[in-house]
Each structure stands twice: as C-alpha cells, then as structure tokens.
T-cell receptor
Framework: GNSVTQMEGPVTLSEEAFLTINCTYTATGYPSLFWYVQYPGEGLQLLLKATKADDKGSNKGFEATYRKETTSFHLEKGSVQVSDSAVYFCALSPSNDYKLSFGAGTTVTVRA | NAGVTQTPKFRILKIGQSMTLQCTQDMNHNYMYWYRQDPGMGLKLIYYSVGAGITDKGEVPNGYNVSRSTTEDFPLRLELAAPSQTSVYFC????????????FGPGTRLLVL
C-alpha cells in the first residue's frame, strides 16, 4: 500500500539555522508529493509540491526535490525564522487514487 | 474567495449527544474529505466523497455519518458522542484533475465530556 515516513520530532533550532526534514515514501506508480504546514491553531496549508521525478517544489524559502531513485522528498530551508515554527506534514497522492496519505508530522520550533 | 469554511470552530458535547459539523467549499471541487487529528498525531481520513450523492468510508468511519446532497456542502454527523471522538476535525476539498492538491478548512475543535 501507500505510506509516508517522515523524520520524528520535535526539532528545535536557532534562528538562521539550516532545517532539513526527511521524508520517504512507498507507492506504486508515480505519485504526486506534497509538504503541508500547520501553524499553531490553524488548518493545513500547502507549502510546496512536486508531481514528477526530479521536480523541485519551492515556496517561502523552502525546497524539496522529488527523488524517485531514493523514494524521498526531503524538505530543506537554509535559514529559518521564528515564524517558521509549525508542524510540517509530508504527503503523497497516488496516481490512481484521490486520497492523500500523510506522514505523522514533524514539529519544528525556532528560537530567537 | 472563502475556500473551505467550517463551523463551528469549537464545541463541547456531553457523552451521548449528537451534532453536525458543517463544511462548505466555494471552489466547485468534486472531491471532499473529512479528517480527524488527535493531539500530536497525523491526520486520519474519516469519510470522503467524489461528488454529490457519492460517499465512501476512510480509515476511521465508526461513529460518524456523512451526506453530500450538493457539490458545495459535506456535513459530518456524530450520532452518539463518545470521549474517543474528542479531536480536531478538518474538512478538505480538491478538484478532479491530476494535481492532487487538497485545500483544508480551519478546523473544528470538539471536546466530548
């Protein structure tokens, strides 16, 4: 079946530090891959996505590259800010299904 | 453009009471979803719908019911509330194309005592 495994948190960083959150997946075919972000007390927002191998999604300084050979979609940001404190979810949408499979989420806290 | 809206934002129920969580989207999306998120956990799919009049169970449907009489609305019904249903509930929608992006509402926080 389809599944997503992401790095367990929580992760605590200082401002301007480098952030990476690992995400690997299991799926048949060619799924679309997503990173969603959930700020405290809010719903999930799409952060970035990639729909085919070697695509790079980017938004708000975050990047992730769809690596089919390693079945990975790691999230990175070069210099985090306090406002990046949130829960980050990796997700996949199979090519033959309409449902999303989510990872467990990684809580990131950035300290000034 | 409101996107996905949910009401109420917060509700306290007594054990055995019933309620309906409302979800409306104005993007003309065919697909709609209900998830629950327990503290410190990811999202679990309760029910989903691929169009008006069509619904199907997700991972954790027990204790819930849904209906989809219009494209815009997808209410979630709790018939006999139990403490195990204390959670945050999110509604989401997407279009029928290959994109796969789901758009989420702000959530309803439910406490069953």
């Amino acid at each position: 079946g389809n599944s997503v495994t992401q790095m367990e948190g929580p992760v605590t960083l200082s401002e301007e530090a480098f952030l990476t959150i690992n995400c690997t997946y299991t799926a048949t075919g060619y799924p679309s891959l997503f990173w969603y972000v959930q700020y405290p007390g809010e719903g999930l927002q799409l952060l970035l996505k990639a729909t085919k191998a070697d695509d790079k999604g980017s938004n708000k300084g975050f990047e992730a590259t769809y690596r089919k050979e390693t079945t990975s979609f790691h999230l990175e940001k070069g210099s985090v800010q306090v406002s990046d404190s949130a829960v980050y979810f990796c997700a996949l949408s199979p090519s033959n299904d309409y449902k999303l499979s989510f990872g467990a989420g990684t809580t990131v806290t950035v300290r000034a | 453009n409101a996107g996905v809206t949910q009401t109420p934002k917060f509700r306290i129920l007594k054990i055995g009471q019933s309620m309906t969580l409302q979800c409306t989207q104005d993007m003309n999306h065919n697909y709609m979803y209900w998830y629950r998120q327990d503290p410190g956990m990811g999202l679990k799919l309760i029910y989903y719908s691929v169009g008006a009049g069509i619904t199907d169970k997700g991972e954790v449907p027990n204790g819930y019911n849904v209906s989809r009489s219009t494209t815009e609305d997808f209410p979630l019904r709790l018939e006999l509330a139990a403490p195990s249903q204390t959670s945050v509930y999110f509604c989401a929608s997407r279009n029928a194309g290959p994109d796969g992006t789901q758009y989420f509402g702000p959530g309803t926080r439910l406490l069953v005592l």
